[in-house]
């Protein structure tokens, strides 16, 4: 079982920067394909980026370049840093992580999901 708990979300202005990170316990993290999708109110959870075990990454359109997902394979942490954040950004964020080598966009492909974080831009 791994359990994933997700921080660093908030309210920031448009154009704005955070760092979302996620911490890992309970497996070993650096098999883990690990991901960051989001979801806004009435709307599906999208995926905004994967990194596989590998150091591979796959980025959703709409991250246009502003969102680097990383990890630290030492401290079981991924991180999600984000700049030019737009008001369209608005969502929570969850992580999650599959057992597989391969990046899915399809979230019910991941097997283990954390709480969310609330990420707002204001206007």
């Known amino acids: 079982q791994v359990q994933l708990v997700e921080s660093g979300g908030g309210l920031v202005q448009a154009g704005g920067s955070l760092r979302l990170s996620c911490l890992a316990s309970g497996h070993s993290f650096s098999t883990l394909t690990m991901a960051w999708f989001r979801q806004a109110p009435g709307k599906e959870r999208d995926l905004v980026t994967a990194i596989s075990r590998a150091g591979t990454t796959s980025n959703a359109d709409f991250v246009k370049g502003r969102f680097i997902v990383s990890r630290d394979n030492a401290k079981n942490v991924m991180y999600l840093q984000m700049i030019n954040l737009e008001p369209e950004d608005t969502a929570i964020y969850y992580c999650?992580?599959?057992?597989?080598?391969?990046?899915?966009?399809?979230?019910?492909?991941?097997?283990?999901w954390g709480q969310g974080t609330q990420v707002t831009v204001s206007s």
């Open positions: 999650a992580a599959r057992n597989n080598y391969y990046i899915s966009d399809d979230f019910a492909s991941y097997d283990y």
